[in-house]
């Protein structure tokens, strides 16, 4: 079955731009996670949805970062006047239920933002 | 707060060699623990996760790691290695917050297998 996506794979964009990325969870999950991994670095944790709404903000490092999500479906992560240091790769995941903390995660395969 | 420590950042080894990625995390309620694994060029992808019951778990690929509540540990070990094995792996804990739960992701181990 089709897994998570996300588009597009690879950004290029120029300081002071904004970008958004998009994640296509599992059909189904109603949890959904953005993390940025910085190069060299663990995953940062920075946003979770539970359905459309997003009880953990928490991690999103900047007000120039927010993120939305329809349904249980599609979500978006929208950087605002990009700086150097939000190059990254920007993974999303996804889970069933994940109340628990304790479903698997089924992670896409990134974005890869470079901000000249 | 519930959080993981990698204590190894690269970790190269020859094929067929034993190898154990050192875990620790700290926690002061119920743990839940995992390891990830990402491939080069691949999504992370779940090797294993320890919930309850028997504190050793084991993968489909020969990786197995122990729960020990005592050293705070889960340490990932494999008896031999295969060129394949070669990634990045993570650990992670469940941090507990607010009513629910979210992954907390160690830094990484790079794994470097070679002929």
Do not use: M
């Amino acid at each position: 079955g089709a897994g998570v996506s996300q588009s597009p794979s690879n950004k290029v964009t120029e300081k002071g731009k904004d970008v958004e990325l998009r994640c296509d969870p599992i059909s189904g999950h109603t949890a959904l996670y953005w993390y940025r991994q910085r190069l060299g670095q663990g995953l940062e944790f920075l946003i979770y949805f539970q359905g459309n709404s997003a009880p953990d903000k928490s991690g999103l490092p900047s007000d120039r970062f927010s993120a939305e999500r329809t349904g249980e479906s599609v979500s978006t992560l929208t950087i605002q006047r990009t700086q150097q240091e939000d190059s990254a790769v920007y993974l999303c995941a996804s889970s069933p239920r994940d109340r628990a903390g304790t479903d698997t995660q089924y992670f896409g395969p990134g974005t890869r933002l470079t901000v000249l | 707060a519930q959080s993981v420590t990698q204590l190894d950042s690269q970790v190269p080894v020859f094929e067929e060699a034993p190898v154990e990625l050192r875990c620790n995390y700290s926690s002061s309620v119920s743990v839940y623990l995992f390891w990830y694994v990402q491939y080069p060029n691949q999504g992370l992808q779940l090797l294993l996760k320890y919930l309850s019951g028997s504190t050793l778990v084991e993968s489909i690929n020969g990786f197995e790691a122990e729960f020990n509540k005592s050293q705070t540990s889960f340490h990932l070990r494999k008896p031999s290695v295969h060129i394949s094995d070669t990634a990045e792996y993570f650990c992670a804990v469940v941090r507990h917050s607010g009513g629910y739960n979210k992954l907390i992701f160690g830094a990484g181990t790079r794994l470097a297998v070679h002929p």
